[in-house]
């Protein structure tokens, strides 16, 4: 197997999580829970340490839905912690789950010794090893979480975007809130698996925030993300077998100075915009200035 055939697979991959997690990402980084992925993937990695610790081989189906129950029931705490009072953000919440998550998984490792490698795969990941079946599942996964997400765009888009316009709709905010963290832990329950948390967070935070810079509707942000989460998968596969480097960590550094060279271009951009609308601000202001003391010399 050549060298191109064996990073097929990863790059495939790659393009399934852009589609699906830039999405998702408009919608964290909206809800200002950015770091909701990363405390559901932990709640989920304990689910898979109490799987263990109850005797379920870590590989088996039953041992992948306890990780996805322990996953639903974050998306239920996530949900609760939505309060009106708003000196409590919700990312508190999600801060303090996470550290939670994270010592009773410890815990439960200390009990599981023989099986901490692959808890430790769970959350590092190792994308390079992802099978064409994986990448049959995870696709078909993402799928039917996006054409959900589509027909309920509104709903979806009304809660994340304008919250009290969806309260004085109708609109359910506690069960559309458990919908969105439930449908987003189980694409995040896979995909960790895959990909591990650290690029999965990429994938679901840079592309969304390198679109702000130069985006403010829905559309065109998707379509930026999309076209960078694209990308940079392309360029960081090709760099990583280019400088024999492993490929995950590739992908999120080439994240990183990807979008430090949109922020630079984002800035040279809206500084020469700025400087041009100043100046057209002022130039009617001097002329009729000047006109004024022409008319008036004694002033």
């Not at 039917?144 to 359910?172: D, E, T």
């Not at 379509?223 to 694209?230: K, S």
């Not at 009617?284 to 200035?289: K, M």
Request: charged share 10%; aromatic share 10%.
């Amino acid at each position: 197997m050549s060298t191109l055939e064996f990073l097929a697979a990863p790059f495939v991959a790659s393009l399934i999580l852009t589609g699906i997690t830039t999405y998702l990402g408009v919608h964290v980084v909206e809800r200002g829970v950015i770091f909701v992925d990363l405390s559901l993937a932990q709640i989920a990695a304990l689910g898979a340490a109490v799987g263990v610790l109850m005797g379920l081989d870590p590989h088996s189906s039953a041992s992948y839905w306890t990780s996805l129950g322990f996953t639903f029931l974050g998306a239920v705490i996530f949900t609760l912690a939505r309060t009106r009072r708003v000196h409590i953000p919700q990312e508190a919440f999600i801060g303090i789950a996470y550290a939670v998550a994270s010592a009773a998984t410890i815990l439960a490792m200390s009990k599981a010794i023989g099986e901490t490698e692959h808890l430790k795969d769970m959350l590092v990941g190792n994308i390079l090893a992802v099978s064409w079946d994986q990448n049959l599942r995870l696709a078909v996964l993402c799928g039917l979480i996006g054409a959900f997400h589509y027909v309920f765009r509104r709903q979806f888009l009304l809660i994340s975007l304008n919250p009290q316009g969806a309260a004085a709709q109708g609109v359910s905010l506690r069960l559309w809130d458990f919908l969105f963290y439930a449908s987003f832990g189980l694409v995040v329950t896979s995909a960790v698996a895959v990909a591990g948390v650290l690029l999965v967070f990429c994938y679901l935070i840079v592309p969304s925030v390198g679109a702000m810079l130069f985006a403010d509707r829905i559309g065109p942000r998707l379509a930026i993300g999309w076209t960078m989460g694209t990308l940079v998968s392309a360029l960081g596969v090709y760099l990583s077998l280019v400088l024999d480097l492993p490929t995950g960590a590739t992908i999120v550094c080439t994240f990183g100075g990807v979008l430090l060279v949109m922020f630079l271009v984002h800035l040279v951009v809206y500084h020469r915009q700025d400087a041009r609308e100043l100046r057209g601000a002022t130039l009617p202001g001097s002329a009729l200035q000047g006109e004024s003391r022409a008319a008036n010399p004694r002033r």
